[in-house]
């Protein structure tokens, strides 16, 4: 048994190669339950391809290869062992562009639970589909037009929905890869109370090109650059008083 406090996730001297070209470079990183971690750093450095190595997200891209180790509760999520399908409902993802199936609302949140066998009775499903909505903040939106097409949402409704599917599957990790990038100011104000709330009942990894966004929703911040992750601490710390000078550069907008 894991004692309280120990990390959720941890990574050792992880490597990302796609062909022969080198994303990221021997990252060691411990990720907290109890936090909101933020990726954060220029375009192109590697956090996104991190993310998705936590999930093994990267498994679809044939050219992908992903060196060192990776451990969700002490288990190597690369072991042969580990089943991947298994491994995504206890690590979800939430994606940059709200993707809902082109079902409906009821159903998006619906499917997860159903495959994995989480509802034994349509009441048990009922009652996950309407869970998932109110921890998500969108029940009271959408509770009488559960039949309607989830594609028919606004662009932060949609996003809510994806992250009322990832957690109706009961996950430990929720993994998001700049989740507002697409969305106004009002719908990214609402997902950052939802991060807000949902702190603490998963451990949850953000990828965001926005260091305010940061400041305001992690507790944890790892900046990344050149495929290297280049410093990780306490939130605060990172942006006050850093302890790399590429760090410093990038929090006082020298570069990105």
């Not at 290869?65 to 399908?85: F, H, N, P, Q, W």
């Amino acid at each position: 048994m894991e004692h309280p406090g120990a990390p959720k996730m941890r990574t050792k001297d992880v490597s990302v190669y796609y062909g022969d070209k080198k994303a990221i470079d021997q990252v060691t990183i411990d990720i907290p339950a109890e936090y909101v971690t933020a990726f954060i750093g220029p375009s192109g450095c590697g956090k996104s391809t991190f993310l998705r190595t936590l999930n093994r997200m990267n498994d679809t891209i044939p050219s992908a290869r992903v060196e060192g180790t990776i451990e969700l509760d002490g288990d190597d999520v690369y072991a042969s062992s580990m089943d991947v399908v298994q491994l995504r409902a206890r690590v979800g993802m939430v994606f940059q562009k709200p993707n809902p199936f082109p079902k409906s609302i009821y159903d998006n949140v619906a499917y997860g639970p159903s495959i994995h066998g989480l509802a034994p009775t349509k009441a048990d499903l009922d009652q996950i589909v309407e869970k998932s909505l109110q921890r998500a903040g969108l029940w009271n939106e959408v509770k009488d037009r559960l039949q309607e097409s989830g594609t028919a949402l606004s662009g932060g409704q949609q996003q809510r929905l994806c992250i009322a599917r990832a957690i109706a599957v009961d996950p430990e990790v929720i993994l998001m890869d700049e989740p507002c990038s697409a969305l106004d100011p009002i719908a990214t104000a609402k997902i950052e109370e939802l991060i807000d709330e949902l702190q603490g009942r998963y451990a949850i990894v953000i990828v965001t090109h926005s260091m305010q966004q940061a400041a305001r929703v992690s507790q944890r911040t790892a900046f990344f650059h050149l495929g290297e992750m280049v410093e990780y601490g306490p939130t605060d710390a990172i942006f006050t008083t850093p302890q790399e000078e590429r760090t410093k550069d990038y929090i006082t907008g020298r570069y990105g």
